[in-house]
């Protein structure tokens, strides 16, 4: 591929050593308490290894459902599992991130599935080892509109920041789950995302489709107020999650214990975050802009920072999501879900990264 875009600098701080050390203790400890309400398994390795391995990952620092990524590199959850992790925040396009990933300029990544299928079935060189959580992306109707259920809807508008914006694609599937014919009975507006509030003020829209923390500041502005219409944690999708772990395929062919080591870093850290949220929201709070701990604390609410699929059952959610993008019309009629699905997919289990890849 040309054009190959430049990968930002780190924006990873060395914390104040006093400071990371009571992180790395008090985060050893929580750890170190039995797992027995999240199925007793245990993510970390039992002895670290000696060498740690150098990965670079690219994330949002805005997006407060990627908390545990802070909070693994803070509690000392990548060090214990033999990493040496440096973050880059990556503002760039979807398909720059994937080709970063494909062509080494990054080792690994978190983004939303609802993103990352289309250009995966492209063929970029890039597999997902772990689902990371759910809960991405509300659909808030506002006040003024009358509207108070998915079924007023109908011949209606709802704006968006990009139509290829994941709540646009989610939220086309579940209105057409619900009966909804997201394309003739729905006009789909696009607006910069800080505008949306307005835009609904202004009667242009009669809902917003999008994530938070920018949802949470259109509803605190508003004097009109909003109502929640849907989530991706709604049924069938209270089980699914909307993010996934990715590295590039050459860390998996060069390095594949250190991507294992990644996954499991990264899963005892969404655990962790899921039952010491007090703590979680203040490791973020340093990357989020004008929102306060309890602010995040709140935000919180509305992930499923315990739904993180791999094995299997994570195969099965990629051809699940692969076979709503298919039935949308985003995915080419002639790809076979299930074939995209194992085609992305890794499993990253020390006895298969011990393993030559096939």
Excluded at 106 to 122: C, Q, T, Y
Excluded at 311 to 337: C, H, M, S
């Amino acid at each position: 591929m040309s054009n190959s875009p430049k990968v930002p600098e780190s924006i990873s701080e060395t914390p104040n050593p006093t400071r990371r050390k009571l992180l790395v203790a008090a985060g050893s400890a929580a750890l170190a308490a039995p797992l027995a309400g999240l199925g007793g398994y245990a993510w970390s390795q039992t002895k670290a290894p000696q060498q740690k391995s150098k990965i670079t990952f690219a994330w949002s620092q805005v997006s407060f459902c990627l908390t545990p990524v802070p909070v693994a590199l803070e509690t000392g959850i990548f060090e214990k599992n033999g990493l040496d992790v440096t973050l880059i925040n990556y503002s760039g396009s979807n398909d720059q991130l994937l080709e970063s990933l494909a062509t080494g300029k990054a080792d690994a990544a978190i983004g939303m599935i609802h993103r990352w299928l289309k250009p995966l079935e492209s063929g970029f060189d890039v597999k997902i080892i772990a689902g990371a959580h759910g809960g991405c992306v509300r659909l808030i109707a506002y006040n003024p509109t009358g509207i108070t259920k998915l079924e007023q809807l109908r011949g209606k508008s709802i704006g968006v920041p990009d139509l290829a914006q994941p709540a646009k694609h989610f939220f086309s599937v579940y209105l057409k789950k619900h009966g909804i014919d997201p394309e003739r009975e729905i006009t789909w507006k696009a607006f910069q995302a800080d505008l949306l509030g307005l835009a609904a003020e202004k009667g242009e829209i009669d809902a917003i489709g999008y994530s938070d923390p920018t949802l949470f500041r259109i509803e605190q502005d508003s004097k009109a107020g909003y109502t929640q219409l849907a989530t991706n944690t709604d049924p069938p999708y209270d089980d699914k999650m909307c993010c996934v772990i990715g590295v590039g395929g050459h860390l998996i062919k060069k390095n594949c214990p250190a991507a294992a080591a990644l996954a499991r870093s990264l899963l005892e850290a969404y655990d962790w975050s899921n039952t010491h949220r007090d703590e979680s929201a203040k490791i973020f709070q340093k990357y989020a802009a004008k929102l306060s701990v309890e602010d995040i604390k709140h935000l919180y609410k509305q992930l499923s920072l315990h739904v993180h699929p791999m094995e299997t059952k994570l195969r099965d959610q990629i051809a699940f999501f692969a076979r709503d993008f298919k039935e949308l019309g985003v995915l080419k009629a002639t790809t076979d879900p299930e074939k995209l699905a194992n085609h992305v997919y890794y499993n990253v289990l020390p006895e298969v990264c011990s393993s030559p890849r096939a």
